[in-house]
T-cell receptor, first 114, second 112 residues
């Protein structure tokens, strides 16, 4: 099992460019999340999904869109990148259980917007 | 909205000293999780606490969940250089959604 993988690992964009970050998990988890991590601010939830075909907004959704067309994939899109979106992006997945809710994180994508 | 605060933001300790980080939520939580992130790495799950007043131990790590389910703590006894990293708590509201709000984290440095 590869667990949670993220593509790409690093990316540099110019202001106004667009890109898509891909998160894939092979654990058949129902829930998937996109977080951004900035110095001194911990992890902030951007969007999340509770199942294939569903998405919901987190704490900081503005400027991002997501899609969950397949259960194993969760895509994060930036339509028009801004310098404020320079951050490290983490994807996580969670199995649908009523008790143990360990979130499994991917290795992260470091994005710089110039 | 729901906020989860962690203190201290940074902590430097000599190897062998104890370390504690505290997590406080503005709302009552369904459960709380703790994660460790090594420098340059991704968060790794440590433990989950669910019951009011719950205490769990993992070797030198002791986790507590407050009686009101609004605060939690992580205590490390006799720190080692391998404990270096940032420790995050993550709380889930009682509403039932599987949405976690992370604390701001405590960065621990251990001086040998």
């Amino acid at each position: 099992n590869a667990g949670v993988t993220q593509t790409p690992k690093f990316r540099v964009l110019k202001t106004g460019q667009s890109m898509t970050l891909l998160c894939a998990q092979d654990m058949n988890h129902e829930y998937m999340y996109w977080y951004r991590q900035d110095p001194g601010m911990g992890l902030r939830l951007i969007h999340y999904s509770v199942g294939e075909g569903t998405t919901a907004k987190g704490e900081v959704p503005d400027g991002y869109n997501v899609s969950r067309l397949k259960k194993q994939n969760f895509l994060l899109g930036l339509e028009s990148a801004a310098p404020s979106q320079t951050s490290v992006y983490f994807c996580a997945s969670l199995p649908h259980t009523s008790s143990y809710n360990e979130q499994f994180f991917g290795p992260g994508t470091r994005l710089t917007v110039l | 909205g729901q906020q989860v605060m962690q203190i201290p933001q940074y902590q430097h300790v000599q190897e062998g000293e104890d370390f504690t980080t505290y997590c406080n939520s503005s709302t009552t939580l369904s459960n709380i999780q703790w994660y460790k992130q090594r420098p340059g790495g991704h968060p790794v799950f440590l433990i989950q606490l669910v019951k009011s007043g719950e205490v769990k131990k993992q070797k030198r790590l002791t986790f507590q969940f407050g009686e009101a389910k609004k605060n939690s703590s992580l205590h490390i006894t006799a720190t080692q250089t391998t404990d270096v990293g940032t420790y995050f708590c993550a709380g889930r509201r009682i509403s039932g959604t599987y949405k976690y709000i992370f604390g701001t984290g405590t960065r621990l440095k251990v001086l040998a």
